[in-house]
């Protein structure tokens, strides 16, 4: 099941660089994610195609209007297929149910931090995934009301758009995508990963001296190995 990406966003080619000569455009090229954008421009009456509002109660900066954001959501929401899940009754026969599958995330510091779990979670289950990339001083909140959808964060910080949060969630999921990595063992979560690593040459001379990689690295003793990498696990 390819999961897909819905990125409502200003500024699309914000992401052409990292997603062209990443691992995620390997994926996109193999078919394994899928990604797509919905500037909310087009969807805006102003003949300019203008979408920011000077906010209610005063304030500094711009704020993004609803309207020309729920309109990219809606679709973004057609494209997404609406699978038929059967649902087994203990008093009546199997019957069919549809059900709309596609995830709606807007990006809130006041919301859920994104982690791996939520990443990995959704490479299981979900198949669309709409991703609501703010600007200026954000998106009315009327937006998130409407679409009832999750807040998320990527961090205690604020940002001056939601497009970097947005390839952060991408990265996070895409690569618990069987295949997207190359092999199982290059998630990190499932292996022992130290946040000291070494490669060649086993000794490095800089300036004058020496840095050797450690012993216990090139003893082969696979069991003393994982010891010391779990002492120092990221």
Request: aromatic letters at 8%; charged letters at 30%; one cysteine or more.
């Amino acid at each position: 099941m390819k999961l897909t990406f819905h990125i409502i966003t200003l500024f699309p080619e914000a992401f052409d660089s990292y997603l062209s000569s990443s691992i995620l455009g390997r994926a996109i090229r193999e078919k394994k994610i899928g990604v797509k954008f919905y500037n909310p421009r087009d969807f805006s009456h102003d003949k300019w195609h203008r979408v920011d509002q000077r906010p209610y109660g005063g304030g500094p900066g711009m704020v993004l209007e609803a309207e020309s954001i729920l309109k990219a959501v809606e679709a973004a929401l057609r494209k997404v297929k609406s699978p038929q899940s059967r649902v087994k009754s203990k008093t009546q026969n199997s019957k069919l149910r549809t059900r709309n599958s596609a995830v709606v995330y807007f990006f809130d510091t006041s919301g859920k931090e994104f982690t791996n779990t939520d990443g990995r979670a959704l490479a299981r289950k979900a198949k669309d995934l709409v991703l609501i990339c703010g600007r200026y001083e954000g998106v009315d909140a009327r937006v998130q009301k409407i679409l009832k959808a999750k807040k998320i964060s990527v961090g205690p910080y604020v940002l001056t758009g939601g497009e970097l949060p947005a390839m952060i969630v991408m990265d996070v999921t895409a690569r618990q995508i069987p295949g997207v990595l190359g092999t199982f063992e290059s998630v990190e979560e499932e292996r022992i990963a130290a946040s000291e690593v070494y490669t060649r040459p086993e000794v490095l001379l800089w300036k004058g001296k020496k840095y050797k990689v450690p012993k216990v690295l090139l003893s082969g003793h696979h069991i003393k190995i994982n010891e010391w990498k779990a002492k120092r696990m990221k």
